[in-house]
C-alpha cells in the first residue's frame, strides 16, 4: 500500500485545514480490495481528488491501466506530482465523463459527489456502460452522506447496500445495473434569451446563481472599451459559461475565452455557447487558473470566485483567482468581480490588481472593478 502521508495536494490551494487524503479513501481501497485483484484490467475511478484512490490501486492491480476520470484539473496535476514523488509505476488513462470511461469496467471506485446531479450523471454513465456485473464502490465522509444518495444509485441500480462506517466514513456499494431509457444529462433551462446548459456536476445547474445575476447587471450598465482588434475578455472560472457568453451576445467585435479547471464546467461552457449561437466566438479551456492564457493578454476578467474548497469553507481558491486576473491583465485592464459582501475582499483586490472601486452592494453580494496597475 501506499505511503498517504507523503501525498500533497499541489498545485491545488493546501493549507493545514486542507487534506490530500482521508480515512475513505482508504476504506474504499480495503473495501475493493478482492474485487480490484479479481478484475485488474476493467478497473475505473471516478471522482479521485489528488491521487489517494488511484496509487493505492495501482498498487494492488499492478502494472494494469488504471482509467480515471478527475472532474477538476488541479486534480489530474496533483496525481501525476504524487505518483512521481512516490515513484509509482502507475497508469493512468485521463477520461472525460463518457463512456469510454466505464465501457465495460467490473470495478468502479467513486469519490461520492457533494451534489445529488453530479451522482445521478455518473451513475446513469456506469449504469448503461459498465458490464453487467460491475461492482461500484462509492464512498464518502459520513457527514456528508444522505439516505438521498442511496436513493439516486438505487434509481440506476437493482442493489444498493451500505457498509459500516469506519473513521467517520461509509462505502455504498451498488450491484445490479439498470440498462435502457435515453440519457438525461446534460440538462437545459432558459433564462429569458439565454440558453443554459449543464452537466451534472456543474456549478449551479442549469440555472443562473444570483451572484452571476448582480455581476451580469453590473456589466450591463458599464461601457465597454471601445472596440479595437485584439480585445480580449476572459470568464475566469466560468462555470457553465453565463459570463462568456452574455459577453460575446452582447459585444461581438471581442474575442471571448473561458476557462475553468473543472471537466464538468467547461464542457457545459462550451455547450452552452453553441446553445446560443455563439461557440465560434467563445474558446472554452479546461486550465487551471487560466495559466495557458499569456501575461497581459486581457483586457477585461470576469469573476465570481467559490468561497469554497471542496467541502471547507476557505478563501483560498478565491485569492488564487485574484492573482491569476493580476497576471492575465494588460495594464490598464479590468477585473470586473462579485463577492460575498461579508468577505471585504477589496483590499485584496488593490493589493493584488490594482485600484478598486464599488459598483454595487447588496447584504448578499459586492460588485467591484479593479483598474490592473
Known amino acids: 500500500m501506499i505511503d498517504f502521508d507523503r501525498l500533497r495536494r499541489w498545485p491545488d490551494v493546501e493549507a493545514p485545514e486542507l487534506v490530500a487524503h482521508d480515512a475513505t479513501d482508504r476504506l474504499l481501497l480495503d473495501t475493493a480490495e478482492e474485487a480490484l485483484v479479481a478484475h485488474p484490467t476493467r478497473v475505473s475511478i471516478i471522482g479521485d ?22 472532474d477538476g484539473r488541479s486534480g489530474e496535476l496533483a496525481l501525476a506530482a504524487n505518483a512521481e514523488r512516490l515513484g509509482s509505476t502507475a497508469v ?3 477520461h472525460a465523463l463518457d463512456s469510454a470511461l466505464v465501457a465495460g469496467a467490473r470495478v468502479v471506485l467513486l469519490q ?3 451534489g445529488l446531479d453530479a451522482l445521478d450523471e455518473t451513475a446513469e454513465l456506469i449504469a448503461a456502460h459498465a458490464h453487467p456485473d460491475v461492482e461500484v464502490f462509492a464512498g464518502g465522509r ?8 442511496n436513493d439516486v444509485l438505487g434509481r440506476r441500480f437493482t ?5 459500516l462506517a469506519r473513521q467517520k466514513s461509509r462505502v455504498l456499494t451498488a450491484t445490479g445495473p439498470i440498462r435502457g431509457g435515453a440519457p438525461t444529462w446534460p440538462r437545459t433551462a432558459r433564462h429569458g434569451e439565454l440558453l443554459v446548459v449543464a452537466h451534472g456536476a456543474a456549478f449551479a445547474g442549469a440555472s443562473v446563481d444570483i451572484g452571476t445575476r448582480a455581476l451580469l447587471a453590473a456589466l450591463d450598465g458599464a461601457q465597454a472599451p471601445a472596440a479595437r482588434p485584439g480585445l480580449l475578455a476572459v470568464d475566469l472560472g466560468c462555470g457553465t459559461g453565463v459570463l ?4 460575446a451576445l452582447g459585444h461581438p467585435d471581442w474575442s471571448v475565452v473561458a ?19 455563439v461557440g465560434d466566438r467563445v474558446e472554452v479551456r479546461r486550465d487551471d487558473a487560466g495559466a495557458s492564457l499569456g501575461a497581459g493578454s486581457a483586457d477585461l476578467v470576469m469573476l465570481n470566485p467559490p468561497f469554497h474548497v471542496g467541502a471547507t469553507v476557505h478563501a483560498g481558491i478565491a485569492h488564487k483567482l485574484f492573482d491569476a486576473s493580476a497576471r492575465l491583465l494588460a495594464p490598464g485592464g479590468e477585473l470586473w468581480c462579485v463577492w460575498n459582501s461579508h468577505l471585504g475582499y477589496r ?6 490588481v490594482g485600484p478598486t472601486r464599488q459598483v454595487s452592494r447588496t447584504p448578499k453580494f459586492t460588485v467591484t472593478v479593479s483598474t490592473r496597475r
Open 49 to 70: 481528488r489528488y491521487g489517494a484512490l488511484t496509487l493505492g490501486a495501482a498498487a494492488l492491480v499492478g502494472d494494469h491501466p488504471l482509467r480515471v476520470h478527475q
Open 92 to 94: 493512468v488513462e485521463t
Open 112 to 114: 461520492l459527489p457533494r
Open 142 to 149: 459520513v457527514k456528508h452522506m444522505s439516505t438521498a444518495m
Open 159 to 163: 442493489a444498493v447496500r451500505a457498509g
Open 244 to 247: 462568456a457568453t452574455s459577453w
Open 259 to 277: 476557462t475553468d479547471q473543472s471537466w464538468a464546467a467547461v464542457s457545459s461552457a462550451e455547450a452552452t455557447a453553441a446553445a446560443n449561437g
Open 347 to 352: 483590499s485584496v483586490l488593490e493589493r493584488t
